[in-house]
């Protein structure tokens, strides 16, 4: 009997989106599927103290040896992908659903005289036709009144089909054109039979040819003036076309596919598949691996094409990638000796394929941050990373604080930086800093590097010597700037929390240069018992002050791993604020300084006008007419935009177009200029 604690998944690495989970035994054998609207508080339930669960979900927690799960995008995804590994794998566990009773199926008699289309549950007879499972019955009722109108196939019981032959009239569906009416001899018993295989076709998928069949007759119905008649197979393409019930999980004409998508970082890419067959998705597998060497997307997708099919497995008729291979020939000539025939290997672009390869790349990051998630939280790979740390860079001791900063701006514009901490291998977000470079204008990240290492410890010092411990050297700029931590991170009377301690390791994001203005600003304040060191990103070298070279660590090292995600969450933290400070300052507009003028009564005026040019004409009268609006803010509005020189025409410099003013109050009033070079946007 197994402890579920020593599987169970840590709560932060369950996602909250909808998905089916899988609880395996030490045999890997699932016994049990099942689904859920958010993963995170159900899988959670089943870790509780055994004795508050249900006795059968205490023995199936306790059988079970790991469990997983797969998101997706909706519930009725979940429903249908759930029902699929219930069919497919039999769990034991799952006694619920395995004589099928709680799915309704949509069933067509095919083996009586005039085939009948109901809702069935239970278990299948012999010359039934099933389709489903639907999530509700309902669900089934809706789909089949939209078809009825193109397919009118007989739904009533056995009893009113004997009584309308009796009587000689039909029923109601028969007289609104939504059954043919077979009881009374409106069409012959073949003709019917006819109808309801049609209704199979194109229930089981073959939808495509008929919808084209359909809006052929359309065209052909218009252009011989025969407007009625394509006014009504209009409607009937809009009705069948509702009811093909948009689902990520089926596919249309029964295909045959491998969907690959890849999540990657800089170090390590997650790979997920998901194998269809027959238009459901029967199995899906995945693995995670390093980046030992330099690859992008493309390359990923080939290797892990040649893992996935060199070992013997068998190839479908359409293999599905988020890139192609370069060059891709070689790969589909592969693909398709080892298949027999012909591999369509290609990127999705729309319809199904493309939203279920949306599913299959949730997956793939899913998987990749979970991975990513168990390496932090295992206390021994941290330990073993600060040691090994510590012992690279000749520590007394390890690095239990560890701190890291990055430069970010773009084309000299908005510098800004970022402090990030760690704490025993953990990012601590509490005492996270932000900082906006105040003492020059321009570009330079060595000096912007200098000023943000000196203003934080000599924030620290003068906190220090309040307690009397330290003297704190004054400063040569100018008074000490307020920096700013991160959002919702003050104190209850509204001052910025402490700098807290100092750190034991302190990482700058770059190389020597960036070393040594750290190091020359420590020094500046009398600091001499930080270790210090930098990332440089090209190589992954890591740099100590006055030293010509640098010091490499393994590509394996949990070391390195740990000083790549220190650097990484400094460099994303960095990226927001500069990228938020850039969005407010772009989005600046005129109306942002009227006095008296909020910001809920600025969208109210965009919204009533459509644009600033629309609003610097409109009159005091047509001001007034927007709601919270009166005539002394009127007036205000209307002498403030009449003093300004409305601004030049904005450009977009990708296409040379001018970009009308007539944007709502979200949009940016600049063209994407800044979005044009983002290679120029650091570190």
């Known amino acids: 009997m197994a402890d ?32 859920a609207k958010s993963l995170r508080p159900r899988l959670s339930s089943y870790f509780q103290d055994l004795a508050g669960l249900h006795p059968r979900t205490a023995t199936m927690v306790t059988t079970a040896a790991s469990v997983e799960w797969t998101v997706v995008g909706t519930e009725v995804e979940a429903l249908q992908l759930e029902y699929s590994w219930i069919k497919e794998f039999d769990p034991r566990f799952n006694v619920k659903y395995r004589d099928d009773k709680s799915y309704p199926e949509l069933a067509v008699t095919l083996n009586e005289e005039y085939p009948r289309v109901q809702v069935m549950r239970g278990a299948h007879k012999k010359g039934v036709r099933y389709f489903g499972p639907y999530g509700h019955a309902w669900a089934i009722r809706e789909t089949v009144d939209l078809l009825l109108r193109v397919f009118p196939v007989r739904t009533c019981s056995n009893g009113v089909f004997k009584r309308a032959r009796q009587v000689g009239r039909p029923c109601l569906l028969g007289y609104i054109g939504k059954c043919a009416a077979p009881c009374v001899g409106k069409v012959s018993a073949d003709e019917h039979r006819a109808l309801a295989e049609d209704f199979c076709d194109f229930m089981a998928g073959r939808t495509g040819n008929y919808l084209r069949r359909l809006e052929e007759q359309m065209r052909e119905a218009a252009a011989d003036l025969e407007y009625e008649k394509a006014a009504r197979l209009r409607d009937d393409i809009g009705a069948l076309k509702r009811a093909m019930e948009k689902n990520a999980i089926v596919l249309a004409d029964a295909t045959d596919a491998d969907l690959l998508a890849v999540a990657e970082d800089e170090l ?74 012909q591999v369509d290997l290609r990127v999705p672009q729309r319809g199904d394929k493309k939203d279920l390869m949306a599913t299959v790349q949730r997956n793939a990051q899913q998987a990749l941050a979970l991975h990513k998630t168990k390496r932090a939280s295992d206390l021994t790979t941290r330990s073993r990373a600060l040691q090994e740390i510590a012992d690279a860079l000749e520590l007394d001791s390890v690095p239990l604080r560890i701190e890291c900063y990055d430069i970010s701006h773009l084309q000299g514009e908005d510098v800004v930086a970022s402090m990030v901490v760690f704490e025993d291998g953990l990012a601590r977000k509490s005492e996270y800093r932000r900082f ?143 990228r938020n400070k850039r969005s407010k300052r772009l989005t600046a507009g005129e109306l942002d300084s ?46 403030a935009l009449s003093s300004r020189t409305p601004a030049a025409p904005a450009v977009n410099t990708a296409t040379g177009e001018i970009i009308e003013d007539g944007v709502d109050e979200t949009t940016e009033p600049v063209a994407a200029a800044p979005q044009t070079a983002p290679s120029q946007e650091t570190p």
């Not at 005091?620 to 927007?626: A, F, G, H, N, R």
């Open 4 to 35: 579920p604690s020593t599987y169970r998944p840590a709560p932060g690495a369950i996602p909250t989106s909808p998905g089916v989970y899988r609880f395996r035994d030490a045999h890997g054998r699932v016994i049990y599927v099942g689904k």
């Open 268 to 341: 390590e890419a997650a790979v997920q598949i998901f194998h269809v067959r027959g238009g459901r998705v029967r199995g899906q597998r995945g693995w995670v691996t390093d980046k030992v060497e330099d690859v992008d997307t493309a390359g990923l997708v080939e290797h892990a094409l040649q893992q996935l099919y060199g070992g013997g497995e068998s190839v479908p008729r359409e293999v599905l990638v988020p890139a192609l291979p370069d060059p891709v020939e070689p790969v589909r000539e592969w693909l398709g000796g080892l298949r027999g025939s």
């Open 594 to 639: 009227v006095p008296g003028l909020g910001e809920t009564r600025r969208r109210a005026l965009l919204k009533h006008f459509g644009s600033l040019k629309k609003l610097r004409a409109a009159t005091v009268d047509e001001l007034c007419e927007v709601p919270g609006i009166g005539r002394r803010t009127a007036q205000t509005v209307a002498e």
């Open 436 to 578: 906006q470079i105040k003492g020059f204008e321009g570009q330079d990240d060595v000096r912007s590097m200098h000023e943000v290492i000196s203003r934080r410890f000599r924030r620290y010092l003068q906190e220090r010597e309040q307690t009397g411990e330290w003297a704190v050297p004054e400063p040569e700029e100018g008074p000490l700037e307020d920096d700013r931590p991160e959002d919702g991170q003050r104190t209850e009377d509204g001052r910025p929390k402490r700098f807290a301690y100092p750190p034991q390791l302190l990482v700058v994001d770059g190389g020597q240069p960036q070393v040594a203005a750290a190091r020359r600003a420590l020094d500046e304040l009398g600091i001499d018992d930080v270790a210090l060191c930098g990332l440089a990103k090209r190589l992954e070298e890591v740099w100590l002050p006055g030293e010509d070279d640098p010091v490499v660590l393994p590509r394996s090292s949990e070391g390195l791993y740990l000083l790549q995600r220190v650097r990484d969450e400094a460099h994303r933290f960095a990226i927001s604020y500069q």
